[in-house]
């Protein structure tokens, strides 16, 4: 005889649970982040200092502490984040650099894109080298536009 006390059966019980265990995944990324210890963030922030974790893998250590101005941060054991093919981990030490060396480096890799939106604004095609101006040589969008005015109309 079937028991009927308005229990759902198994199947559609297991199947309306969740199956996130936990929060670790809400942000969608899927990814967590490592922390900084406070002590630690508050000391480098203080010294107008970026914090960022970089993994030790092939050459990027090399590259971001002696090509690059990132320096170890003294206090901080690195994390293991992982392992290789070979099964050695990875490790993620934490760097950190100078917060006007990190505005001077996007200023430096924006300037492509800022030079491009002049020229657009100038009304020229930018790296066009086939009239007298080896830069721009012809008119990008229709002279009525505004755009080709700097955003201001003519009277």
Not at 21 to 47: C, H, N, Q, V, Y
Request: charged fraction near 40%.
């Amino acid at each position: 005889m079937a028991d009927d006390r308005g229990r759902a059966d198994r199947q559609t019980e297991v199947r309306t649970e969740r199956r996130r265990r936990d929060d670790t995944s809400i942000d969608g990324s899927g990814r967590l982040k490592l922390s900084i210890p406070p002590e630690i963030e508050a000391r480098l922030k203080a010294e107008g200092r970026i914090p960022r974790w970089v993994n030790d893998e092939g050459n990027r250590m090399h590259n971001l502490t002696v090509r690059d101005d990132y320096d170890k941060v003294d206090g901080v054991d690195p994390v293991i984040v992982g392992t290789t093919k070979e099964g050695k981990p990875i490790k993620a030490h934490l760097c950190s650099k100078p917060e006007a060396f990190i505005e001077e480096d996007k200023a430096k890799m924006d300037e492509p894109r800022r030079e491009m939106e002049r020229a657009l604004l100038r009304g020229k095609i930018p790296g066009d080298s086939s009239s007298h101006d080896d830069r721009y040589s012809q008119a990008y969008v229709d002279e009525a536009s505004s755009i080709s005015h700097g955003g201001r109309r003519s009277p």
